[in-house]
């Protein structure tokens, strides 16, 4: 398992180096900074399923305690995040924009991780698979957390603040204990490759998700126009759907063409 462990840490830097990262700048103003946020909506959402149903298949008891441990301590968590849009936004995000467009990336992502779920798998890669998405949420909020605290919302924020960082950091003893455990998990090769394959996979379903958000992020952070150009009304033409996603894999591979340049 000592090698599942390392290509985790592997992919995890290579997750912290996503250009969306340097993108939230903090020169411009917290809602500014964090106007990607709504897009999270349904990942966060079905983070709560992932967990709850990721528990519900596994059947060895001591793998079961530790998975029902961990949805229990992620609990609420979701509601931190809905109050903390509304404090970005001053509302809430409606249903029918969480199948909207702008979202597509963020259901792709999380379709993804959940069928992950499904798979019949040794119960010990339902283990590795919650310290896979544990990888990408320190990742993740360590970043938030440093932007709350640099421009003073650590009072109105808890679910992108240091909040959300002191809470992991409470269960931080289950974690060491559980990195322990698992290192001393012996693995057959076939169940290694499963669990390297199912590593990959994620971490390939969050890359899709942060670059929609990055694409969004670019948009709202965009320059104002030149004097003369009229910016985008209402009442001009929109792309059509499947023209604006392939805009975005443009936008998206060109970026990737210049930093390998």
Do not use: C
């Not at 709504?38 to 998975?67: C, E, G």
């Not at 998405?133 to 360590?142: A, D, K, P, Y």
């Not at 957390?145 to 924020?157: C, K, N, V, W, Y």
């Not at 998700?209 to 709202?220: A, I, K, P, Q, T």
């Amino acid at each position: 398992m000592k090698e599942v462990l390392q290509h985790i840490a592997v992919r995890e830097a290579r997750f912290a180096a996503h250009p969306f990262f340097s993108d939230m700048r903090m020169d411009r103003p917290i809602e500014q900074v964090m106007a990607f946020a709504p897009r999270l909506t349904f990942w966060v959402m079905t983070f709560q399923d992932v967990l709850r149903l990721n528990a519900h298949f596994i059947q060895d008891a001591h793998f079961k305690a530790l998975a029902t441990r961990h949805h229990a301590e992620e609990g609420g968590h979701d509601q931190w995040f809905e109050e903390d849009i509304s404090a970005l936004t001053g509302g809430s995000l409606s249903i029918g924009s969480m199948y909207g467009r702008a979202h597509v990336k963020t259901r792709d992502a999380a379709y993804a991780i959940i069928s992950e779920v499904y798979r019949p798998v040794d119960d010990r890669l339902r283990i590795v698979l919650l310290w896979a998405l544990e990888s990408t949420s320190h990742v993740f909020f360590s970043r938030t957390a440093i932007i709350s605290a640099a421009q003073g919302a650590d009072d109105r924020l808890k679910y992108f603040s240091d909040h959300h960082m002191q809470a992991e950091a409470q269960h931080a003893m289950f974690e060491q204990e559980l990195a322990a455990e698992l290192e001393a998990m012996q693995l057959s090769p076939q169940v290694r490759a499963e669990a390297l394959a199912m590593v990959d996979r994620i971490y390939a379903a969050f890359d899709t998700m942060f670059d929609g958000l990055r694409v969004h992020l670019e948009r709202e952070h965009a320059e104002p126009p030149a004097p003369g150009l009229q910016p985008h009304t209402a009442t001009e033409e929109v792309l059509p759907l499947e023209l604006e996603e392939d805009l975005e894999v443009i936008v998206l591979e060109a970026d990737g063409e210049a930093r390998a340049a």
